[in-house]
Antibody, heavy 116, light 107 residues
Framework: QVQLQESGPGLVKPSETLSLTCTVS????????WSWIRQPAGKGLEWIGR???????NYNPSLKSRVTMSVDTSKNQFSLKLSSVTAADTAMYYC??????????WGQGTLVTVSS | DIQMTQSPSSLSASVGDRVTITCQAS??????LNWFQQKPGKAPKLLIY???NLETGVPSRFSGSGSGTDFTFTISSLQPEDIATYYC?????????FGGGTKVEIK
């Protein structure tokens, strides 16, 4: 059973960079796509982007200028960096496996608050 | 971006009722549509993939249909544990996009 776990600071100051890591267990990260998705409190879901194990990425154009994703297959981890954050980036951040277009396994989510 | 319009945004139904949610895509997405259930404080859970395929372990009272631009999600007999928000999501084109969600409550 594949499991995903997000980790990273829960509080980030405005204008700084949000950094999160997703650790995959119960399976290898060395195939498939891996996504980041976020959800502001009380609102809907927004796809941030995905990374393939080769390092190839696709980002949501709405965030593309501020997003960087990377993967470390030796640690079975992939990561998200979102720069120049504002209060609008406050949200629950989820990582998920994307198998043939389907997000079938999700992490429990981690709340990131942007505040000084 | 492909816009996904879900309706209604919320509904209230009695236990045992048939519940139907619709999702309309702004352009043809074939059958590249998934449905998720999200309970408060939890991550979304995949229920239906490729518009009509039931994910393993998901009760058969959940079903999906449609292709092209119009899709339907149905709970044949609403149960108390089905209280949640339901989202559709297309994966025909990047960026992946979600519907706005339908909050299902018990009357």
């Amino acid at each position: 059973q594949v499991q995903l776990q997000e980790s990273g600071p829960g509080l980030v100051k405005p204008s700084e960079t949000l950094s999160l890591t997703c650790t995959v267990s119960g399976g290898s990260i060395s195939s498939d796509y891996w996504s980041w998705i976020r959800q502001p409190a009380g609102k809907g879901l927004e796809w941030i982007g995905r990374i393939y194990t080769s390092g190839s990425t696709n980002y949501n154009p709405s965030l593309k200028s501020r997003v960087t994703m990377s993967v470390d297959t030796s640690k079975n981890q992939f990561s998200l960096k979102l720069s120049s954050v504002t209060a609008a980036d406050t949200a629950m951040y989820y990582c998920a496996r994307m198998l043939r277009g389907v997000h079938d396994y999700w992490g429990q989510g981690t709340l990131v608050t942007v505040s000084s | 971006d492909i816009q996904m319009t879900q309706s209604p945004s919320s509904l209230s139904a009695s236990v045992g009722d048939r519940v139907t949610i619709t999702c309309q895509a702004s352009q043809d997405i074939s059958n590249y549509l998934n449905w998720f259930q999200q309970k408060p404080g939890k991550a979304p859970k995949l229920l239906i993939y490729d518009a009509s395929n039931l994910e393993t372990g998901v009760p058969s009272r959940f079903s999906g249909s449609g292709s092209g631009t119009d899709f339907t999600f149905t709970i044949s007999s609403l149960q108390p544990e089905d209280i949640a928000t339901y989202y559709c999501q297309q994966y025909d084109n990047l960026p992946l996009t979600f519907g706005g969600g339908t909050k299902v409550e018990i009357k």
